[in-house]
């Protein structure tokens, strides 16, 4: 893991740029009183080093900051929670006390179909 990332974020991405070049990013959206999780994405080569859940954490802060509620889309923001059950009352409400477990493996097969 990069000692030194940083991490940023606009209007709809949380991103990482590394000194190759490349890019890690979380796409989303704000509607209302919640942010939509939509993709998440890290290169390669940087991917086993905790990247994707250093954004996430980024993105959680930012949802905490703006008081929003977090509707996981894409299947590491599921993959996410279950892995942090203890930020799971950011959730909308409907997800919340869902099985995380199979909306995880429903939102991967949809990802590998191409949605």
């Known amino acids: 893991m990069s000692k030194d990332i940083v991490i940023g974020h606009t209007s709809r991405v949380v ?3 590394f000194p190759d070049g490349s890019k890690a990013f979380i ?8 942010i939509r999780v939509l993709e998440t994405y890290t290169p390669p080569q940087h991917r086993g080093k905790g990247i994707a859940r ?3 954490d980024y993105l959680v802060d930012l949802a905490v900051k703006k008081n ?11 993959y996410y929670f ?7 009352n950011l959730l909308v409400p ?3 006390n869902t ?10 097969e949809e990802e590998k179909k191409g949605k």
């Open 27 to 34: 796409k989303y959206s704000i509607e209302g009183d919640r």
């Open 15 to 17: 991103y990482v740029k």
């Open 54 to 56: 250093k954004m996430m």
């Open 94 to 96: 409907e997800i919340r």
């Open 68 to 78: 929003l509620l977090i509707e996981p889309i894409c299947s590491y923001s599921v």
């Open 99 to 108: 099985d995380l477990e199979k909306l995880f493996k429903e939102r991967l």
């Open 82 to 88: 279950i892995k942090n059950p203890d930020k799971r």
